[in-house]
């Protein structure tokens, strides 16, 4: 069984503050990808970054980071500076090879960044 | 532009009146899937396709039908709705499972 819990409901900062984001997740798999998915209020899912098991490289791209940590089965999103535009539902999702690659979602956390 | 599309966007309807909703992608795409969205509990795949005629369950596949004829297509069929199925319809398709994944705009459903 494969499993991505996204603790956090809701978090609410203000412009300019920095955000993290926690995704811990369950597999039995050595092969396994992990997403993560912004919703904005408008509703589209949009991609933000894909990483499989074996790549344990944090990432950095603009604002966003991801820090994949295999020790501790999590991998964390942190939005640097948050902007009014970055207030959307943020979801971390698994795919798993034992589980033909069926995508399971976490729960999702809502970000609302106040001017 | 590649995309996936989905019809109708919102649908109200009533309950066990049968209803399609169509998914259709341009990009040539092998693995096509269906979630629902519902409140506190994230995306939960439906069905999913690795290729034409070829469809496997979720984990919620209940009261939901899929087929898979042509690649680019992939109906989801409910047969019988019942209020429960009331909720948000993402379609998706990608390269494969492990490949990000290109959602339609999404489809709400109401069933009354």
């Known amino acids: 069984a494969q499993k991505v819990t996204q603790a956090q409901t809701e978090i609410s900062v203000v412009e300019k503050e920095d955000v993290t984001l926690d995704c811990v997740y369950e597999t039995r798999d050595t092969t396994y990808y992990l997403f993560w998915y912004k919703q904005p209020p408008s509703g589209e899912l949009v991609f933000l970054i894909r990483?499989?098991?074996?790549?344990?490289q944090n990432e950095i791209s603009g604002r966003y980071s991801w820090n994949f940590q295999k020790s501790t089965s999590s991998f964390n999103f942190t939005i640097t500076a948050s902007q009014v535009v970055d207030s959307a539902v943020y979801f971390c999702a698994l795919s798993a090879r034992s589980n033909d690659y069926k995508l399971s979602f976490g729960a999702g956390t809502t970000v609302t960044v106040r001017a | 532009e590649a995309q996936v599309t989905q019809n109708p966007r919102y649908l109200i309807t009533v309950t066990g009146k049968k209803l399609t909703v169509t998914c259709s992608q341009n990009m040539n795409h092998e693995y096509m899937s269906w979630y629902r969205q519902d409140p506190g509990l994230g995306l939960r795949q439906i069905y999913y396709?690795?290729?034409?005629?070829?469809?496997d369950k979720g984990d919620v596949p209940e009261g939901y039908k899929v087929s898979r004829k042509e690649k680019r297509n992939f109906p989801l069929i409910l047969e019988s709705p019942s209020p429960n199925q009331t909720s948000l319809y993402f379609c998706?398709?990608?390269?494969?499972?492990?490949?990000?994944?290109?959602f339609g705009p999404g489809t709400r459903l109401t069933v009354l």
């Open positions: 990483r499989n098991s074996f790549d344990e």
């Open positions: 998706a398709s990608s390269w494969g499972g492990h490949n990000e994944q290109f």
């Open positions: 396709s690795m290729n034409v005629e070829v469809t």
